[in-house]
């Protein structure tokens, strides 16, 4: 197995929700441990020639990780979150445009809702559209 193939393969972990990459690695620093051993067991499966030390600053030699603002979950759409860093609004002038550039900063991000009822929960307002007679 080549390092090519492992980084065409590569392996999702899914973090609790985590306001900033601070937080996340953070949390990353609590796991890497566990996922360091899972990692280091699908290449080698004989500990003893594993390295001692598994933290943080290890894990950060040996592999690639990143935080990502959106993460969509096919098995339950309504979990699913994301942050535009050009907000809501394509048009460049309009107020919209950087009303997420704040959050995407700090790295966070918003629920992005799929299902009628998910929607319906968190509605501000209902444009209706009723078709020219």
């Known amino acids: 197995m080549s390092l090519e193939d492992l980084q065409r393969e590569p392996t999702v972990y899914l973090l609790p929700e985590c306001e900033n990459e601070e937080e ?3 949390y990353l620093g609590e796991v890497c441990g566990q996922i360091f051993e899972e990692q280091l067991d ?3 499966r004989v500990p003893a020639t594993w390295p001692n030390r598994r933290e943080l600053d290890a894990f950060d030699r040996w592999f ?9 979950d096919l098995s339950d759409l309504d979990q699913s979150r994301w942050i535009s ?35 319906e929960k968190r509605r501000e307002d209902t444009l209706i559209l009723h078709p020219a007679s």
Not at 64 to 72: L, R, T
């Open 85 to 119: 860093l050009t907000g809501v609004s394509g048009h460049a002038f309009h107020k919209n445009y950087t009303d997420q550039t704040k959050l995407w900063a700090r790295g966070e991000t918003l629920p992005w809702v799929f299902s009628r009822t998910a929607v």
């Open 64 to 72: 690639e990780w990143s935080f990502h603002s959106m993460v969509v």
């Open 42 to 44: 699908g290449w080698y």
């Open 24 to 26: 996340a690695r953070q």
